[in-house]
Each structure stands twice: as structure tokens, then as C-alpha cells.
């Protein structure tokens, strides 16, 4: 079955204690997508990555850090939560977007994240 | 730079009723639009899209949108709503960078 998968889905820390959550699709898309969703303002990119090894920042960067190492994989890394960062996260990928019009993208099921 | 307004984070219909949920865009270039439906405790899926061409576009689930470029709008429609259409909806622009720009979501409730 194609699908993106996020690790966990659940998440309860303490301010800087360092979490990665993990991200990987099945489907051999070049682009995924990391997304925060807070109430009233939608989804958010934080990064995105075109292919292996080629990352950009999105809307709102701040506090996080992304890698590409392998097509498939994807995690988005926290290095030291704050509170401000307790939201509800989605991964996304799709086929490149390097020409024609943009692909669908399929989202994973979300990550919620606490941080106390 | 490209935004979405949708208008009314919560709307409300009866079943039966005629669905219709709102979205301005603003972008530079000529837009690409899409409409994602988030159901509870999932993420997001592709309701519909416009690209080019035929600007009343049909997606799953019996909603449609039209784009009208005077306007800037992509409003998306469903002529009777059903119980099971109750989700969050989301519409989205996608401009010359191709990334997309989320609106800040309508909570569709729809009454028996």
C-alpha cells in the first residue's frame, strides 16, 4: 500500500530534551515536506527537500532541522523543544515538483507533539 | 508571494443542505489551487485540484470548485451535504516556487 508513514504519533517531552520524529513514504517521491498545524492557521512548511542531500527552509524553520539521506526517509529533528513547539506535525511527499504543475501531496497521519 | 483567506472557520449545514465553503488566493503568477479534507485524528487528503483548462473542476466525494480568475476565488461546493462529509477542509495555492500555502482551515459540521 502506498503511504507515509510518521514515528511516533504520539509525543510527551520536556523542554530541551532532544526528539527526532521520523518520516518515510513508499511511493519513490523526490520531494517530502515537513508541516506544523496549529489551530486558526492552518498548515505550515517548515522544510522541504526537492531530493537526497537538498533541503530548504519553509515558513517557519526556527527550532528545527531536517536530513535527506535516503529518497525514502525524511526525519524532522527537534535538537531543544520549547513549549512554543507543541503542535501537531505532518509529513508530505509527492513526485518533483521541478516541472509542470504541482503534484499531489500525501500526507502522513500526524505526529502530536507535547512539550512541558 | 501568494496567500489564501478562507472565509468562516466554522460552518455549519443540514444534511441535504448545499455545501459551500469559501476561498480567496493571492498569488503573482497564475495560480494552481487544490482543496484538502482532514478527517479526525487523519491527515490530509486531495479533494480536488486546478491546474488549467476547464475551470469548474469535479473531485471525489461528489465536490466541485470553480476557479474565477476575476474573483480570485476557488470555492468549493457539494449540492447535498451528507453526514459523513463532516471534516476539516483546507484550501491551498501553489504558485511559481510550487510549494503550497495553506488557508487556516473551515470546520464543516453537518446537522441531521
Known amino acids: 500500500e502506498a503511504q507515509v508513514t510518521q514515528n511516533p504519533r504520539y509525543l510527551i517531552t520536556v523542554t530541551g530534551k532532544k526528539l527526532t520524529v521520523t518520516c518515510s513514504q513508499n511511493?519513490?517521491?523526490?520531494?517530502m515536506s515537513w508541516y506544523r498545524q496549529d489551530p486558526g492557521l492552518g498548515l505550515r512548511q517548515i522544510y522541504y527537500?526537492?531530493?537526497?542531500?537538498?533541503?530548504d527552509k519553509g515558513d517557519v524553520p526556527e527550532g528545527y532541522k531536517v536530513s535527506r539521506k535516503e529518497k525514502r526517509n525524511f526525519p524532522l529533528i527537534l535538537e531543544s523543544p520549547s513549549p512554543n513547539q507543541t503542535s501537531l506535525y505532518f509529513c508530505?511527499?509527492?513526485?518533483?515538483?521541478?516541472?509542470?504543475?504541482?503534484?499531489?501531496?500525501?500526507f502522513g497521519p500526524g505526529t502530536r507533539l507535547t512539550v512541558l | 508571494a501568494q496567500s489564501v483567506t478562507q472565509l468562516g472557520s466554522h460552518v455549519s449545514v443540514s444534511e441535504g443542505a448545499l455545501v459551500l465553503l469559501r476561498c480567496n488566493y493571492s498569488?503573482?503568477?497564475?495560480?494552481?489551487l487544490f482543496w484538502y479534507v482532514q478527517y479526525p485524528n487523519q491527515g490530509l487528503q486531495l479533494l480536488l485540484k486546478?491546474?488549467?483548462?476547464?475551470?469548474l473542476v469535479k473531485g471525489i466525494n461528489g465536490f466541485e470548485a470553480e476557479f474565477k480568475k476575476s474573483e480570485t476565488s476557488f470555492h468549493l461546493t457539494k449540492p447535498s451535504a451528507h453526514m459523513s462529509d463532516a471534516a476539516e477542509y483546507f484550501c491551498?495555492?501553489?504558485?511559481?516556487?510550487?510549494?503550497?500555502?495553506f488557508g487556516s482551515g473551515t470546520q464543516l459540521t453537518v446537522l441531521p
Open positions: 498569488s503573482s503568477v497564475p495560480p494552481y
Open positions: 527537500s526537492m531530493n537526497v542531500e537538498v533541503t
Open positions: 511511493m519513490n517521491h523526490e520531494y
Open positions: 486546478y491546474t488549467t483548462g476547464a475551470t
Open positions: 508530505a511527499s509527492s513526485l518533483s515538483l521541478l516541472a509542470g504543475a504541482p503534484n499531489e501531496q500525501f
Open positions: 491551498a495555492v501553489s504558485g511559481s516556487a510550487r510549494q503550497l500555502t
